[in-house]
Structure formats: structure tokens, C-alpha cells
């Protein structure tokens, strides 16, 4: 059994910053991209940022300068530096990973649960 567990999400005020982090764990062979979506209410899930192994990162271009996605590869670790964080961008943010178990299976789609940032105005 594989989990994903974020932390690190709250309210800020706008401008301010937040670091998200998620950690992956259980019967993990490898993990691939790793990666942050948001979902703010009545809107669809939106890719945030993501990362792959080799540290190859891809972001969404409302955020390109303002948010860093990194990763801990040895301790399967996925973590979003936001700043400048504007109140659109209040939402539940979420880590995905696209891995593989130790019976061999890829799974490309293990979500998190989830964490709150909330950006007051």
C-alpha cells in the first residue's frame, strides 16, 4: 500500500509565501514525476507544477517565477515553495506521483488528500 500525505497548506496574506511539502510512502519501488495540483472551488483541477526523477521541472504559467517545485529523490519527498501568493490561487492543493510498487505495477495516478491554502486579500 502506497500514501501520500501533504502538509504545510494554511492561510497567508496575499504577497506572503507558503511551503508545501508531501511525503510518499509504503511498498515504493521508484516514483517518476511527482508533481502539485489545485483545485479551487466550482473550477476544474489544474496542474500546478511537477518534477521528474532527473529533477526536469514543468510549471504552469500563472506561477513560472513565483513557485519552485523540488524533490528529495532518496526520501520521496515532493515540495512547493509559493510565493507572491495571490488570493486566486486559494484552493486545495494536492501531490501526485507517478510510481512504481515493488510488485512491479505503475500507478499513474496516486493522489494525496490534500491541503488547504487559503490567500486572504
Known amino acids: 500500500q502506497v500514501q501520500l500525505v501533504e502538509s504545510g497548506g494554511g492561510l497567508v496574506q496575499a504577497g506572503g509565501s507558503l511551503r508545501l511539502s508531501c511525503a510518499a510512502s509504503g511498498s515504493i519501488a521508484s516514483i517518476s514525476t511527482m508533481g502539485w495540483y489545485r483545485q479551487a472551488p466550482g473550477k476544474q483541477r489544474e496542474l500546478v507544477a511537477d518534477?521528474?526523477?532527473?529533477?526536469?521541472?514543468n510549471y504552469a504559467d500563472s506561477v513560472k517565477g513565483r513557485f519552485t517545485i523540488s524533490r528529495d529523490n532518496a526520501k520521496n519527498t515532493v515540495s512547493l515553495q509559493m510565493n507572491s501568493l495571490k488570493p486566486e490561487e486559494t484552493a486545495v492543493y494536492c501531490c501526485?506521483?507517478?510510481?512504481?510498487?515493488?510488485?512491479?505495477?505503475?500507478?499513474?495516478?496516486?493522489w494525496g488528500q490534500g491541503t488547504q491554502v487559503t490567500v486572504s486579500s
Open positions: 501526485k506521483a507517478y510510481l512504481r510498487s515493488v510488485a512491479g505495477i505503475w500507478y499513474n495516478d496516486y
Open positions: 518534477i521528474t526523477s532527473g529533477r526536469t521541472t
